[in-house]
């Protein structure tokens, strides 16, 4: 019962779906956007200690952290927040945020709403088959500055924003 037109049902296969490396976290969204008419998107997420993003901010979309295994750190306009498996983080729309993998290895699935941002994974990481979402996760390190402005390039007319570096210390 696999179909993407929204109002309709929706099964999907992870399996199925291409896998993206994107800044060392191993992602596939598993749920896009024209499949919920724009609601929300579903992207299932893996990473290692020293995955994390910048502070960012969204100015039409929050992000709600559903962890499986391991635990983030969430970081919300200077308070940060420790969730671990079966727990669940929500970082709002309109408030500077960054997120990090705080365990040795993290699983978890991230929930965009509304939906579009989704897109941003294929066209600023790198896609992969879709067997590499259970292999061995990419070694985080400092992101190119030729990224780096791609990244940025790519937010601006999305009404998002990178305002700095991390704000967890590099473990």
Not at 145 to 157: G, I, N, S, T, Y
Request: proline share 9%.
């Amino acid at each position: 019962m696999t179909q993407l037109a929204a109002g309709q049902p929706v099964h999907v296969d992870p399996s199925s779906v291409s896998t993206i490396d994107h800044l060392s976290f191993l992602v596939r969204v598993v749920l896009p956007g024209q499949a919920t008419g724009g609601n929300f998107a579903v992207a299932e997420e893996r990473g290692r200690l020293g995955c994390m993003t910048p502070r960012h901010l969204h100015t039409r979309e929050s992000e709600t952290f559903i962890v499986v295994d391991g635990a983030l750190e969430g970081w919300c306009e200077g308070k940060s927040q420790m969730v671990e498996a079966g727990q669940i983080l929500h970082l709002p729309a309109n408030r500077e945020h960054a997120f990090r993998v705080a365990s040795d290895q993290a699983h978890f699935y991230l929930i965009i709403s509304p939906a579009g941002f989704e897109e941003f994974y294929p066209a600023t990481g790198t896609v992969l088959d879709s067997s590499a979402f259970d292999g061995e996760l990419p070694m985080p390190g400092p992101v190119p500055d030729e990224k780096v402005q791609q990244l940025v390039a790519w937010l601006a007319p999305k009404g998002a924003t990178v305002t700095g570096p991390p704000p967890f210390a590099l473990s």
